[in-house]
């Protein structure tokens, strides 16, 4: 499997969920579990079946979470030389030329898009269109919405 590109704190994020569902989910279940069996007939106990779902879930997102961090390249942009070329997790100011609307956006993985906060995917249309390209380029972007110039106004190597 191919390595995966991470922030720090995308790999910080995903170590903490991991602990949680480690050290209080998965015995929070077993202990369920246990109380439901005491409880008699388990092809009839609701609760049962459902401590037994949420293990799977549980177990699950413990199993997804270790392969995506045995397969993550963790990238600390503060490591990197900033020459203003955009690279996986950089912060880069766009102007929007045809309506003068400056957007900024934060390049990471897929697991750690939130436009709402400002990261986009590396492999959304914007992200793609951006690296490789230094501040102070025009960009042409084909996007959902058709195709947009923006001018890259300034690209920063910030920690998360």
């Given at each position: 499997m191919a390595l995966v590109p991470m922030t720090l704190r995308g790999a910080q994020k995903l170590r903490e969920e991991l602990e949680e569902l480690k050290t209080n989910q998965r015995p929070r279940i077993i202990k369920a579990i246990a109380e439901a069996r005491e409880h008699g007939d388990l092809k009839e106990n609701a609760?049962?079946?459902?401590?037994?779902?949420?293990?799977?879930?549980?177990?699950?997102?413990?199993?997804?979470?270790?392969?995506?961090?045995?397969?993550?390249?963790v990238i600390d942009v503060t490591k990197l030389k900033n020459d203003g070329k955009v690279v996986f997790g950089t912060t880069v100011?766009?102007?929007?030329?045809?309506?003068?609307?400056?957007?900024?956006?934060?390049?990471?993985?897929?697991?750690?898009?939130d436009i709402k906060v400002g990261r986009i995917s590396i492999n959304s249309p914007i992200a793609r269109g951006l690296v490789g390209k230094y501040e102070g380029d025009e960009v042409s972007i084909q996007t959902p919405g058709g195709k947009v110039d923006f001018e890259i106004l300034k690209v920063d190597y910030l920690a998360d």
């Open positions: 609760e049962y079946h459902a401590a037994r779902e949420q293990q799977g879930f549980c177990e699950g997102r413990i199993q997804e979470i270790e392969s995506k961090l045995s397969n993550a390249q100011t766009i102007l929007n030329l045809d309506t003068e609307e400056e957007q900024k956006y934060q390049l990471v993985g897929d697991d750690e898009a």
